[in-house]
């Protein structure tokens, strides 16, 4: 079930930087907050070799990139060279401080994916949600950063906004929760 999570989300990644649309939204309120980016992607399969499954994808601006496609997508053999694949990449991360420290500090991570049905049209959609909940162990007023120690790291966060650095303290806990997503669907070329 990973394989096609990691397949899309490094197409999606391959064109974002040339992408032809990309917002970024971000929110705070007191004790919270999030950010939230996503993609849209267009590129065409300009060639497909079905002995290895690679497929090769070129973008609107000229870049490409060669994925293969796994045993996992269906309905392989109904790509063609000339037919579009659209992309939808989506990727948040929401930050919620928690005063005290009653939660057990934990990492989770689900991820989920489903295919095209057979004879269908070839689409997909996949997705990851990791949560973590991080203990305040450290407040530095003259950096504005936070130590945060969770289940596998420690680290160190900058708080830009000091309403929002002036609610930390040590021994509070943050529940981070990180999420990725990606639909894709190929649309048969125009010339069929």
Do not use: C
């Not at 007191?30 to 267009?42: F, I, L, R, Y």
């Not at 045993?71 to 005063?99: C, S, T």
């Amino acid at each position: 079930m990973r394989k096609p999570a990691i397949i899309i989300i490094a197409i999606a990644a391959a064109f974002a930087v040339n992408a032809a649309a990309q917002t970024t939204v971000t929110r705070s309120e007191p004790g919270k907050a999030s950010v939230e980016h996503t993609v849209d992607v267009t590129a065409t399969i300009i060639a497909i070799d079905k002995t290895t499954r690679d497929i090769t994808l070129k973008g609107a601006k000229g870049n490409w990139i060669v994925v293969t496609a796994g045993p996992e997508v269906k309905n392989f053999d109904q790509m063609n060279v000339g037919d579009k694949v659209h992309a939808r990449y989506i990727e948040a991360l929401v930050l919620e401080l928690k005063k005290g420290n009653d939660l057990a500090v934990t990492r989770t991570e689900e991820a989920s994916a489903a295919g095209a049905m057979p004879g269908a049209q070839p689409h997909g959609v996949a997705g990851r949600r990791i949560t973590v909940v991080a203990d305040v162990v450290g407040v530095n007023g003259a950096t504005q950063t936070v130590t945060l120690r969770g289940p596998q790291l420690t680290v160190d966060v900058k708080v830009a906004d000091p309403d929002q650095f002036r609610r930390i303290k040590k021994g509070d806990q943050v529940y981070a929760t990180y999420t990725q997503a990606l639909a894709m669907v190929v649309e048969p070329s125009p010339t069929k």
